[in-house]
């Protein structure tokens, strides 16, 4: 039964899933070549809510492609689609090669454009990228009487990237990421942050503050590109590079110098499989996912 004043999503009829996790960034995955999903950013915003539902920072839906092995559209757990999500990306491959959709060595196509990925053993996959774009390598942004000096660039989706010269790993990320990623010089999109402490030419750390998920996340792909990208630029990283991540899994960013910036992107990293499961009415249900995410003043309705 709904709670008071919460409306009642289309019922959905029993359909698989896949939960999987890359280096700490988890995913709903749903094979969706039926077509099956005909509202994908309601059924979003359910199925991520944590705590009530599945929980998840997106969901991934496998599509057919005349273009590629198959196709991976991407939203964020508010619901919007999102261009690009490397990690998503690196899971949607491994669950296209259990559930014998793809061979080892498989295209994919997202709204970035077509990238290839490569399944190794225990769970490790490999994600071929196009050469970051529209770097930036100093674009100061003020934010009150502050003024923070980070770099620009677009990894499928656009990043922030800042460096970093205290502790990383005491310091609480959310209020500045949360300013930057909304700040007006960044708009109409947004950006993703990520803070970064270089810890030697071949290892660094990294946080992210993710926008369309509104927090911090575990790991993000793209910012683990975009900041390792960034770093090669300056001349202070070279390939390989080992990546530090929120969730103390490591992945690992590898390249060659290019035209000014760097080219043949590999990112490479876990995609687990964290378990199997059947949508219930009860997963979807009985909530509003507006009112978990931004609590607001409710007025029964007798």
């Given at each position: 039964m709904n709670t008071i004043g919460t409306p009642s999503p289309p019922r959905q009829e029993p359909l698989a899933f896949a939960k999987m996790s890359g280096a700490g960034n988890d995913f709903v995955v749903i094979d969706n070549r039926n077509g099956r999903v005909t509202d994908p950013g309601e059924l979003t915003r359910r199925i991520c809510t944590r705590r009530i539902s599945v929980g998840a920072d997106g969901l991934i839906l496998i599509e057919n492609s005349g273009r590629a092995t198959f196709?991976?559209?991407?939203?964020?757990?508010?619901?919007?689609?999102?261009?690009?999500?490397?990690?998503?990306?690196?899971?949607?491959?491994?669950?296209?090669?259990?559930?014998?959709?793809?061979?080892?060595?498989?295209?994919?196509?997202?709204?970035a454009g077509i990238v290839g990925a490569e399944i190794a053993d225990h769970g490790l996959v490999t994600l071929v990228l196009p050469s970051p774009r529209n770097f930036t390598a100093d674009r100061p942004l003020v934010i009150g009487n502050t003024t923070v000096h980070g770099s620009a660039i677009l990894v499928g989706v656009p990043h922030?990237?800042?460096?970093?010269?205290?502790?990383?790993?005491?310091?609480?990320?959310?209020?500045?990421?949360?300013?930057?990623?909304?700040?007006?010089?960044?708009?109409?999109?947004?950006?993703?942050?990520?803070?970064?402490?270089?810890?030697?030419?071949?290892?660094?750390?990294?946080?992210?503050?993710?926008?369309?998920?509104?927090?911090?996340?575990?790991?993000?792909?793209?910012?683990?590109?975009?900041?390792?990208?960034?770093?090669?630029?300056?001349?202070?990283?070279?390939?390989?590079?080992?990546?530090?991540?929120?969730?103390g899994i490591t992945v690992e960013v590898a390249f060659e110098p290019g035209d000014g910036g760097v080219q043949d992107v590999r990112l490479k990293g876990d995609a687990r499989l964290i378990y199997r499961a059947t949508l219930t009415p009860e997963t979807l249900e009985g909530f509003d996912p507006e009112f978990v995410r931004h609590p607001t003043v409710r007025v029964e309705v007798p």
């Open positions: 196709r991976m559209r991407y939203y964020n757990s508010d619901g919007g689609l999102s261009d690009f999500c490397a990690n998503g990306t690196r899971c949607a491959a491994r669950f296209a090669f259990m559930n014998v959709i793809a061979g080892r060595k498989m295209t994919i196509e997202t709204d922030y990237v800042v460096f970093l010269r205290a502790d990383l790993w005491s310091q609480d990320i959310e209020p500045l990421g949360r300013s930057i990623r909304e700040h007006r010089d960044l708009q109409p999109h947004g950006a993703n942050v990520n803070f970064v402490v270089v810890r030697d030419p071949s290892s660094i750390e990294i946080r992210t503050y993710e926008r369309g998920v509104e927090a911090e996340t575990l790991a993000c792909g793209s910012g683990i590109v975009a900041a390792v990208s960034v770093g090669a630029m300056f001349g202070r990283l070279k390939s390989p590079v080992s990546v530090l991540t929120r969730s």
